[in-house]
């Protein structure tokens, strides 16, 4: 067994990752897990626990349904936070333009459905996770630091491929191994 997800790969471009680094020094005091950003990525469908014979069977599906796809594009801007300032979890960026994103995710959950997969009922909200928060000492600090980046800009994304990763779990953090990619043309 494989703990599995499907997702896109994401490229932080300078101004995203200087504003990481700001946010990281700003709320340095806090306890806050940043994702690296070399596993950056947007997760269209995550899947969970994953026979073998089942992999293969979801790589197949994808490499069938994203044959012309296309490739995606998107833009990521601002900073915000889910649940709320109140009891924030996931500090993100916004995904903007994300139509061709969220198709993607609909071909993918449908596709999941037909294998008999069991996939999440919650709506798909498009984000980049930059952070989890385990601990937050200082609410207004959060607020102030990522209010800095409300409405910036940060880039344009083009994604020319799927990925079909695996999770592995370390004491350091998760460890994204491709187990196959799939090219959008």
């Known amino acids: 067994m494989k703990r599995t997800f499907i997702g896109v790969r ?28 070399s596993n950056m990525h947007v997760t269209l469908t995550f899947i969970g626990s994953t026979e073998e014979q089942m992999i293969k069977r979801v790589e197949s599906m994808l490499n ?3 044959e012309s ?11 915000g936070l889910f649940r709320n300032f ?14 061709r994103l969220i198709s993607a995710h609909e071909k993918v959950k449908n596709g999941l459905i037909e294998l008999n997969i ?21 609410k207004e600090n959060l607020q102030k630091w990522t209010q800095k980046y ?10 020319s491929e799927i990925v079909y990763y695996e999770s592995i779990l370390m004491p350091t953090g998760p460890v994204y ?9």
């Open 118 to 138: 069991k996939v999440e009922e919650k709506q798909f909200k498009p984000h980049l996770t930059i952070a989890r928060i385990k601990d937050l000492k200082d």
């Open 150 to 159: 409300v409405n910036t800009q940060f880039q344009d994304v083009t994604i």
């Open 64 to 66: 069938n349904d994203f």
């Open 10 to 37: 994401v490229d932080a471009g300078g101004e995203l990752k200087a504003a990481i680094s700001t946010l990281r020094a700003g709320l340095k005091n806090e306890n806050i897990k940043w994702v690296d950003i």
């Open 177 to 185: 191994k491709p187990i196959s990619t799939i090219k959008l043309y």
């Open 69 to 79: 796809f296309g490739i995606i594009n998107f833009r990521l801007s601002g900073i």
């Open 86 to 99: 109140n009891d924030p979890r996931i500090i993100w960026t916004a995904i903007e333009n994300s139509d």
